[in-house]
């Protein structure tokens, strides 16, 4: 109930992940750029030496004079926003679909986003399109939610004091998301009746991994996007099958966004013998490699499943993968995101993420604007009599049965 429901679609079930499908290191280097004024980074002044700061200075109060002068709703005017639409504007205009401005609000965000922990209650919220009845969709084990009572399906009606009919999700999530150790009050409607429910909050992990053993010791762990947490939840599902006595492996990719570069190496020295598991060069040609020591090489059956919506850190574990010959890709062709994003904190609350380098495969591909193709190319097929058919996952099973 802290984060919007998983968004299901046809193509094998894509999460629209709180990444943007982003490849972040998430270093967070504070003070790198002492800031003077919106334009004067330390290193360059990037209106390319044809303006000057006193230009831009000068080109902006003209702007002021002609808003102050003209525009009609002066009075609502909301300054700070004015200020926060420079900085967002400037690094828009670079062009790049990865390198974003964060103001305080949003880096807050942003920040809880890729550490996979939050305060919350531990349970998701869903509502069908078209509909206003918001449900409690999913209430994870051991959790406050869990604790409070709560169960899937009940049907929220109040938040926080607030009604939720009608409100779009990110709304009610806020209203139920906060501080740990804090109380929510919520009010539910179960089988006809209606109840108030308090939840203290706590430190809430989000659950990108779910896994399970199918028929024939085929274990099956599907990867939703790459957070901090997510070594670990991937690392205990695979340890668990393995006890259960799995003979072969399916990791599900499909519709994951990416993630941090860290956690997506780590899960790859699982797998991957002695070697090069990525390797990245910067704009002035630095290169960096981060290698496996091949202690832990996954000798079982393996397949890894892809589709056009496995971007960033799901292509570094594919192509790693496949480079390796250590598993065979189903799917479809990847997204072709190939660039690495560093966070820069710039001291005041606020954050920039960037684009520091690319990346590159172990054999030395890049994928960048192309993507991993599948050694087994496959698309989904819905079949309106068997809505939960997956015929991708049939074709992966059939790959590792082999």
């Known amino acids: 109930m802290d984060r919007e429901n998983k968004e299901e679609k046809k193509n094998g079930g894509f999460r629209k992940g709180f990444l943007a499908g982003l490849l972040t290191a998430a270093i967070l280097l504070a003070g790198v750029f002492g800031v003077r004024y919106m334009l004067g980074l330390a290193g360059g002044d990037y209106t390319g030496g044809l303006v000057s700061e006193k230009d831009v200075q000068d080109k902006l109060d003209k702007i002021n004079s002609v808003i102050s002068q003209y525009y009609l709703y002066e009075d609502e005017i909301d300054t700070e926003a004015l200020v926060e639409g420079i900085y967002a504007g400037y690094t828009a205009s670079l062009g790049d679909p990865y390198t974003t401005y964060y103001d305080e609000e949003a880096t807050r965000e942003f920040m809880k986003s890729i550490s996979g922990e939050f305060g919350g209650i531990g349970a998701t919220v869903s509502k069908k399109a078209d509909e206003d009845e918001i449900l409690i969709s999913e209430v994870y084990e051991g959790s406050p939610a869990e604790r409070a009572g709560l169960k899937e399906g009940d049907v929220l009606l109040k938040a926080d004091g ?3 009919s009608g409100r779009d999700l990110d709304t009610v999530v806020s209203w ?5 150790g804090t109380d929510v009050e919520l009010r539910i409607l179960r089988d006809g009746e209606e109840m108030d429910v308090t939840v203290t909050r706590d430190i809430i992990e989000t659950q990108t991994v779910e896994y399970e053993m ?6 099956y762990i599907r990867v939703e996007e790459f957070d901090k947490v997510t070594y670990d939840q991937f690392k205990a599902a695979l340890d668990d099958l393995e006890g259960q006595g799995m003979d072969s492996l399916i990791i599900d990719l499909r519709g994951n966004p990416g993630g941090q570069l860290t956690t997506v190496t780590d899960m790859l020295k699982l797998f991957l013998p002695e070697g090069v598991i990525v390797s990245t060069k910067d704009k002035y040609g630095n290169t960096d490699e981060i290698t496996c020591d091949g202690d832990h090489e996954f000798k079982k059956p393996l397949a890894v499943l892809v589709d056009g919506n496995s971007a960033s850190a799901s292509e570094i574990f594919s192509a790693a993968i496949q480079d390796y010959g250590v598993g065979t ?3 479809t062709q990847t997204y072709g995101k190939g660039v690495v994003q560093q966070t820069i904190d710039l001291g005041d609350g606020t954050c920039m993420k960037v684009t520091i380098s690319e990346y590159y495969t172990p054999s030395g591909r890049s994928i960048n604007g192309t993507g991993v193709t599948p050694d087994v190319e496959v698309e989904y097929e819905y079949d309106e009599d068997e809505p939960e058919r997956d015929n991708q996952l049939e074709k992966a099973v ?5």
């Open 162 to 164: 607030h009604q939720v």
């Open 214 to 219: 199918k028929e024939d010791g085929i274990g």
């Open 398 to 402: 059939e790959v590792v049965n082999q």
């Open 176 to 180: 139920i998301s906060g501080e740990p």
């Open 329 to 331: 890709i189903v799917g």
